[in-house]
């Protein structure tokens, strides 16, 4: 729970770009300029870079110090730490992909990245952390796992849908 609440604490900041981003890229286009809405696009992605480094380090270099937040339990602590390498390992998807599916949404596409959506995660990511956590008994660490090729997943799909598009 730590380090799904860490991370999602940690997304908000990709998220409120990715509002900017779908905002700058339909403005573009709006004003008939596509090179400009790719432009915009495009440096959205490397804001969220940026931005998603700090975030994987800070949970790569200070996992005690963010656990330590949420509570003193040495038992906990090392779950809790563990989760939080999972959790870097996937903020480089977490953000792209949401930067895509803005910057999709800027251009007006909605339905298939809903579909890409539905197969990385549900399909994906979903049956592949059923399978690790519970019939190769990962425990949470498979859950994480499946998590991490989901949005890994995702992420590509919808950056390679946005280039295309745009």
Do not use: H
């Amino acid at each position: 729970l730590i380090a799904i609440n860490y991370s999602a604490l940690m997304f908000m900041v990709p998220l409120g770009l990715a509002s900017a981003v779908t905002t700058r890229v339909g403005n573009a286009l709006g004003r008939g300029e596509p090179d400009a809405a790719r432009y915009a696009g495009l440096i959205g992605f490397v804001i969220i870079l940026f931005t998603q480094t700090l975030s994987a380090a800070s949970m790569l270099f200070f996992p005690e110090f963010i656990v330590r937040i949420y509570t003193d339990d040495a038992a906990i602590t090392a779950i809790a730490v563990t989760l939080l390498f999972y959790s870097a390992i996937f903020q480089y998807s977490d953000g792209i992909q949401i930067c895509a599916a803005a910057a999709l949404r800027g251009l007006k596409d909605t339905l298939i990245p809903m579909f890409i959506n539905i197969l990385s995660y549900l399909v994906i990511g979903m049956s592949l952390g059923y399978f690790l956590t519970f019939n190769k008994s990962m425990g949470p660490a498979g859950m994480w796992i499946g998590m991490i090729v989901g949005l890994s997943f995702g992420a590509v799909l919808l950056l390679l849908r946005f280039l295309f598009k745009s």
